[in-house]
């Protein structure tokens, strides 16, 4: 069997030392010196392993898009067991499951840098489109005669506490906003019942 390569996984590595200085410094003070560091290699090789600035960004925000998508398949399989809305809000607000803080940090950078690189914009949404997609095709299956647009919304106002919940993870926010947001989610998924 072949060895990996070694770029490949120094690549990945390096990658993971600029998700870490992106969630510290921001984009822009994600600087080259602070990553190799990080990385723990000198700076001319930033280049050799992910190119130039520009590259670097772009390589960045594939990594980022790649691990939601990873994380969205993760979620979609574990939601073709569930049957309830609760259980997916169970699934979604898990007190002992959070995404890597460094990654929603990442994001929201990238996103706020999508006005001066505008070439971001279309992975970081595709990667969105497919959660909430994921989501939407779970509450149409658990509530079948929910109006379109009604399912559309929720999915959206769930994904939007989610969301709140998760980027603000890395100032450990008090444990009931965790519960007023979960709350939240469940009181509009209340909202597709039948009502007679």
């Keep these: 069997m072949p060895?990996?390569?070694l770029k490949t996984q120094r690549s990945k590595e390096i990658l993971d030392a600029y998700m870490t200085c992106?969630?510290?410094f921001g984009l822009e003070g994600a600087t080259q010196e602070r990553i190799a560091?990080?990385?723990g290699i000198?700076?001319?090789?930033?280049r050799h392993?992910?190119?130039n600035r520009d590259q670097m960004i772009a390589e960045l925000n594939a990594h980022v898009a790649e691990s939601f998508n990873a994380l969205t398949t993760e979620f979609d399989m574990a939601?073709?067991?569930i049957e309830t809305s609760a259980q997916l809000i169970e699934i979604l607000f898990a007190e002992d499951k959070t995404i890597d803080p460094r990654l929603m940090l990442a994001w929201q950078a990238l996103t706020a840098s999508a006005g001066d690189h505008t070439e971001l914009s279309q992975?970081?949404?595709d990667s969105l489109s497919q959660f909430l997609s994921v989501m939407e095709r779970t509450l149409r299956r658990i509530a079948p005669e929910a109006d379109a647009g009604r399912v559309r919304a929720v999915t959206q106002g769930i994904s939007a506490a989610f969301q709140t919940l998760e980027s603000v993870s890395p100032l450990k926010p008090p444990a009931i906003w965790r519960s007023e947001l979960k709350l939240?989610?469940?009181l509009l998924t209340k909202t597709l019942e039948r009502t007679e």
């Design 49 to 51: 392993y992910l190119g």
């Design 79 to 81: 939601l073709t067991q």
């Design 184 to 186: 939240a989610a469940t």
């Design 42 to 46: 000198k700076r001319p090789l930033l």
């Design 3 to 5: 060895r990996p390569s």
């Design 37 to 39: 560091a990080e990385a």
């Design 123 to 125: 992975q970081l949404l």
């Design 22 to 24: 992106v969630a510290r």
